[in-house]
């Protein structure tokens, strides 16, 4: 059952939407102005990249899985409100608090993320780079980045955050060479 709700949740798209819908609620909730500011701009970048029918089909889902509830408010406008159990999952993929978790015992895989992003997009480069080096990632190469802990669903999440889908690949590699150095780096073994 727990892979089949971590699969469900790969969906690039449902974690858009429940980041938008939790970002209705950061608006609503902030004090800080900064803050209100980043996400306001965040969000007509998303919104512009949804597709209308998937969307309420999604939402339909979340008010299954008990993501989102629906509120009828006195003029009769219905909204879509994120339960605690979706601001819960919307935390779990937000890009300032995510993390990668440790498994107690190393499976003996090493997690690349390669990348190949132009000049133009610079800054969200930077900006990748500086979040994998703040997750632990160690610099292999200068766009090549290793783990050795499973983290695919947070570099998808990432990734889509800065834009980037086309110019990062993800992959897992076994027995590379010079692998001790890598194994110190990180305290294996």
């Keep these: 059952m727990k892979r089949k709700t971590l699969k469900k949740f790969r969906s690039v798209l449902k974690k858009k939407l429940l980041y938008l819908l939790y970002a209705g609620s ?6 800080s ?3 209100r500011g980043y996400v306001i701009l965040s969000i007509p970048r998303m919104w512009r990249k949804l ?3 998937r969307l ?4 339909k889902e979340f008010r299954r899985d008990r993501l989102v509830d629906y509120q009828e408010d006195k003029d009769g406008i219905i909204t879509v409100v ?3 159990a979706g601001k819960k999952r919307t935390l779990a ?3 300032d608090q995510i993390e990668i978790n440790k498994p107690r015992r190393w499976d003996g895989s090493w997690h ?7 000049e133009k997009k610079r800054a969200a480069r930077d900006a990748l780079r500086h979040k994998l080096r703040e997750l632990g990632f160690h610099q292999w190469q200068k766009s090549v980045f290793v783990y050795p802990y499973p983290c695919r669903d947070q570099i998808d ?4 955050f800065f834009e980037l889908r086309p110019y990062v690949r993800y992959g897992e590699l076994f027995d590379p060479t010079n692998e001790a150095e890598l194994k110190l780096h990180f305290g294996l073994e």
Aim: charged share 25%.
């Design 33 to 35: 102005s900064r803050q």
């Design 112 to 118: 690349l993320v390669f990348s190949d992003i132009p």
């Design 51 to 53: 597709n209308r029918s």
């Design 26 to 31: 950061v608006i609503a909730l902030s004090r």
């Design 56 to 59: 309420y089909r999604i939402i």
């Design 93 to 95: 993929y937000d890009v």
């Design 82 to 84: 994120l339960t605690e």
């Design 157 to 160: 999440f990432i990734v889509e």
